[in-house]
């Protein structure tokens, strides 16, 4: 048969001939370009981050309104202490003319006193024991004006908060914690009280202690 028919043994040596096997030693470098990638080191976090313009200008926006905030705190303080001392100066300036007003109503009752006074040797005992009770109504008159009220607790019960007991009464016909005299009447400014009324309480009476009596046998009951 005259047909060519390649055997395996000679496609093997055609292979062969067209690859060429290169072996590269270990301790060999290899000079050969990195791929840019490669090169990069990776990420650690701590890279600069760029803000942009929007957030630097938020950052400048909330600066502005502290110091308008800071400047706002300032004034504010400053005028708290304005009023603060302006309030006082009223204050002292109204307690001052309050006494003035006091004093003014006070004036006629001395005129009164001294007129009194300077005619007593002029006139009889009643009529300067008339004038003086006059004068007195007087000056009662100015006191209630300005909210003054008495205390005069005769015959009422004890309250420590308007009585400061001096001493002790003993009697059996008022009950236990009753005024039974005042030696000082007390006195109230505008519902503040101003002295309390000086006055005698009538105190518990004594316990009585029964006497042991004996009893048929000799005994004694205690």
């Known amino acids: 048969m005259g047909d060519n028919k390649e055997t395996p043994a000679d496609f093997t040596a055609d292979v062969a001939e067209d690859i060429e096997i290169e072996f590269v030693d270990d301790d060999t470098a290899v000079d050969a370009p990195l791929d840019p990638a490669e090169q990069s080191s990776p990420p650690t976090g701590l890279e600069p981050v760029d ?18 905030l800071r400047d706002i705190h300032l004034r504010k303080l400053a005028e708290f202490d304005n009023f603060r001392k302006r309030t006082e100066r009223e204050r002292v300036e109204i307690k001052r003319h309050a006494h003035e007003d006091l004093v003014r109503e006070l004036l006629p009752v001395l005129d009164n006193f001294d007129r009194a006074l300077e005619h007593r040797s002029e006139s009889d005992v009643g009529a300067f024991h008339e004038g003086v009770e006059m004068i007195a109504k007087q ?61 005698g309480v009538v105190s518990d009476p004594p316990k009585q202690i029964e006497p042991p009596t004996e009893s048929s046998n000799g005994e004694v009951d205690e």
Request: hydrophobic share 35%; charged share 30%.
């Open 51 to 68: 803000l942009g313009p929007s957030v630097e200008t938020e950052i400048e926006r909330l600066e502005s309104e502290l110091d308008e």
């Open 139 to 199: 000056l009662w008159d100015t006191l209630e004006r300005q909210g003054v009220e008495v205390i005069d607790p005769m015959g009422e019960q004890f309250s420590p908060e308007y009585h400061e007991a001096v001493h002790q009464v003993e009697d059996e016909s008022l009950e236990p914690g009753t005024v039974a005299s005042v030696l000082a009447k007390g006195y109230v400014c505008n519902g503040r009280l101003v002295r309390p009324a000086m006055v």
